[in-house]
């Protein structure tokens, strides 16, 4: 099951900002603090959310900004 740390962790392999980490999927910085701080939605489309972003970071071990934009600039 994912945790709190386990989000905190995802955003910190992508070195952003909640507000950045927020804006590349769609949904608020209060959402991503939310998640670290009382862990994600057990279900519902905000879980589906979650689970989507957790598997494309998965593909990503060693994601930064830099390398994530390269091929969009």
Do not use: Y
């Not at 905190?8 to 992508?14: E, H, L």
């Not at 909640?18 to 489309?45: D, K, M, N, Y």
């Amino acid at each position: 099951m994912t945790s709190a740390a386990d989000i905190r962790a995802a955003r910190a392999r992508t070195k952003q900002t909640q507000s950045e980490f927020g804006e590349r999927f769609g949904v608020s910085r209060w959402t991503i603090a939310l998640w670290e701080e009382e862990g994600p939605p057990a279900a519902g489309p905000a879980r589906l959310l979650l689970d989507r972003i957790l598997i494309e970071l998965k593909g990503q071990p060693n994601a930064t900004t830099d390398s994530m934009d390269a091929g969009t600039r």
